[in-house]
């Protein structure tokens, strides 16, 4: 097996995940045109969102992350990874068949659970009936997470990452149809959510047979392998039920407030776009890394890999942080604010997007984090972690609910980030060397924040100068490139004249080829 080569694996998962975040904000610019933040939007946001956080439940958030480590050192060591992915595959494709059927016939329980607040209006029936139209993608898309994590051991990052973007894309198409054909919107978007993981299912099977791991479909059978993978997952499992905790809680504070859930909704998409492009990338490329040199046991390249992927998440995720915040107000009234999406719309999601914008380095640095315990099958502490964090995160959002609102679920997802981190990092300590930072990542660290703070400066300037332009229609989004460049531009030059970083690290990245 070919090494993997982390910084170049990143920018090809951080680039295609950019891609896939561009066209998913525009899915979501035009749900908010088509739909603003009224009952069908909060009713599909809702059905849409059980299958994935089911799916974040069984498939990358835990089944997964057990997978990955155990496949990738089998197939360092030449074990028989083929049978292994093939009995792992067929064994989650049962429990997931079940689950699908029960689901699908419990929903409106489902759906009570989550948002309890839709009793008694049409949001309701309404998530009821798009929820049973959605439910059979936790199926489709947890397979392909699975087969991704295959793909990923392979150092075949591009395949793996093109499939959201496959995803988004048909949902655009199916609005433009819907649109042009007179179609009912909700429920075009209900069963486009089927549609699209078929596809996705089909292309992830197609690419992972080109590298000769695309499973046959077979009865599910119990192997020592298979055993041992549900025994690592188990803990893995119970913490991302834990994390699903979190966001019910946040979930159902929202749906008291009518258009809360859709405003929740589109704040996050804008937050997860440079989290899935830099944090999920590094993530996604350090795990297999990080399993594959432990079982080599070359712990100075496992912390080479540890500190060269924090160094350049932090680059990038930083400022990233600071402009969601400095800027949050024009961000959401340039992109969303048309059609059904009027000001109060802009000013709640602008709330929102601040709260989650301060947690953004929190989530970023726990897909760092996470992969040093995943990586040595040590799913049990991240565990303990997130049931210390579901607490906080219960206790802020019901505690501040009745001061500051919706906002509370928010802010609550952040302050418990941040505890998580401080978790992973201290129990990390007694990792040894793979698990340290270096001097070059001290160096640099302290220096990206003065760049980025500077950065939040000029913004915040350069904000004042141009708000004429950014509040004229035809020239809003001129203004908004020019606000954007303005903090690039001046983060880039403070980094580059203080030592944050080198740009000669992001061109080197560029040009050196895949494996």
Known sequence: ??????????????????????????????IAAYLGSG??????????????????????????????????????????????ARDAFNGLAGILLVFSVLGTLAMPWLVWAMVSGFVGDERFDL?????????VYILFISL???????????????????????????????????????WDMGLTL?????VTGVAQLAFTWWAAARVGFAPKPAWPRLTP?????????????????????????????????EGAISWLNY?????????????????????????????????????????RGSEFAMALTIPAAVALVVIAMPLCAVLYQRGEFGADDTANTAMALAAYGLGLPAFMLQKMLQPLYYAREDTRRPFRYAVICMIVNALIAIGLMP??????????????????????????????????????????????????FTMGAVLFGAMTVLGPMLGTPGLRYAGLALLIASGVLSYFATGALIGAFRLSDFRSALRRRPD
């Open 1 to 30: 097996m070919k090494p993997i080569r982390l910084i170049r694996s990143i920018m090809v998962v951080g680039g295609w995940t950019l891609l896939s975040r561009g066209a998913g904000f525009a899915r979501d610019i035009m």
């Open 39 to 84: 009952p069908v939007a909060e009713a599909f946001f809702t059905a849409f969102s059980l299958p994935n956080m089911f799916r974040r439940f069984f498939a990358e958030g835990a089944f997964n992350m057990a997978f990955v480590p155990m496949f990738a050192k089998k197939l360092e060591a030449g074990e028989d990874a083929k049978a292994f």
């Open 127 to 135: 998530a009821v009936l798009y929820g049973r139209i959605t439910f």
């Open 144 to 182: 392909v997470a699975l087969l991704s994590g295959v793909l990923n051991a392979f150092g075949r990052f591009t395949e793996a990452s093109f499939v959201p973007v496959l995803m988004n894309l048909m949902f655009i198409a199916a609005m433009l149809m819907a649109a042009r054909s007179g």
């Open 190 to 194: 209900a069963w486009t959510v089927p």
């Open 225 to 257: 392998d298979l055993k041992r993978l549900f025994i690592i997952a188990a803990p893995a499992v119970l913490a991302g039920g834990v994390i699903q905790v979190n966001l019910l809680v946040g979930r159902q504070i929202a749906s008291f407030t």
């Open 267 to 307: 704040a996050d998409r804008l937050y997860q776009l440079p989290l899935g492009v830099v944090g999920i990338a590094i993530g996604t490329v350090l795990l297999p890394d990080l399993s594959r040199r432990l079982r080599a046991g070359d712990a100075q390249g496992g912390r080479d890999s540890f500190n």
């Open 403 to 452: 001061l500051i609102g919706f906002v509370a679920a928010a802010l609550a997802t952040t302050l418990s980030a941040w505890v998580m981190v401080w978790q992973l990092w201290r129990g990390s300590r007694g990792m040894g060397e793979a698990a340290q930072f270096d001097d070059r990542f001290r160096a640099r660290a302290w220096r990206i924040l003065v760049a980025a």
